[in-house]
T-cell receptor, first 115, second 114 residues
Framework: AQTVTQSQPEMSVQEAETVTLSCTYDTSESDYYLFWYKQPPSRQMILVIRQEAYKQQNATENRFSVNFQKAAKSFSLKISDSQLGDAAMYFCAKNYGGSQGNLIFGKGTKLSVKP | NAGVTQTPKFRILKIGQSMTLQCTQDMNHNYMYWYRQDPGMGLKLIYY???????DKGEVPNGYNVSRSTTEDFPLRLELAAPSQTSVYFC?????????????FGNGTRLTVT
């Protein structure tokens, strides 16, 4: 069975600082997608960033970037210049079966941002 | 744009009751999905559909049924509600299954079975 593991239930960062959220996964597939989703208290799921496994270049979206290590099956999220609005649950997810909507999620990391 | 709309937002059911969670999207998306999110956990895929008339099981389909008679609608049916089905249910859609077509999520339905 495929699994996605987030080993940090909670993280805290000072406003304007940088924080890294960890994610590891297990799979026998060679081609797949990886995602980070943000879930604020409003409950809505918001896509933060995505990565195609066959691309070696790490994805970047403004203040958000990933460190994708395919051999190690690691996919961490780095948030730079943290803002109060970044406080939320963050979920790492991986697709399976070729469809980017068939997702396995980790249990999430609750990020707090201190002013 | 409405996007993905789920109704109701909240519901309390007694054990053994049945109900249908509604999901509709106005983006002409082919792919639709139902997820559940248990407290303190990530989302788990219940069922998905790649187009009208086509549905398939996800990771946790037991206790649920779906249908897809139109492109817009993808209702989720609970026939005999059980406490284990207490969860937040999310519907999502995408135009295709490729990475260039991201998932659009609804705001969720919080269901409590007592």
């Amino acid at each position: 069975a495929q699994t996605v593991t987030q080993s940090q239930p909670e993280m805290s960062v000072q406003e304007a600082e940088t924080v890294t959220l960890s994610c590891t996964y297990d799979t026998s597939e060679s081609d797949y997608y990886l995602f980070w989703y943000k879930q604020p208290p409003s409950r809505q799921m918001i896509l933060v960033i995505r990565q195609e496994a066959y691309k070696q270049q790490n994805a970047t979206e403004n203040r958000f970037s990933v460190n994708f290590q395919k051999a190690a099956k690691s996919f961490s999220l780095k948030i730079s210049d943290s803002q109060l609005g970044d406080a939320a649950m963050y979920f790492c997810a991986k697709n399976y079966g070729g469809s980017q909507g068939n997702l396995i999620f980790g249990k999430g990391t609750k990020l707090s941002v201190k002013p | 744009n409405a996007g993905v709309t789920q109704t109701p937002k909240f519901r309390i059911l007694k054990i053994g009751q049945s109900m249908t969670l509604q999901c509709t999207q106005d983006m002409n998306h082919n792919y639709m999905y139902w997820y559940r999110q248990d407290p303190g956990m990530g989302l788990k895929l219940i069922y998905y559909s790649v187009g009208a008339g086509i549905t398939d099981k996800g990771e946790v389909p037991n206790g649920y049924n779906v249908s897809r008679s139109t492109t817009e609608d993808f209702p989720l049916r609970l026939e005999l509600a059980a406490p284990s089905q207490t969860s937040v249910y999310f519907c999502a859609s995408s135009y295709s299954e490729g990475l260039g077509s991201p998932l659009h999520f609804g705001n969720g339905t919080r269901l409590t079975v007592t």
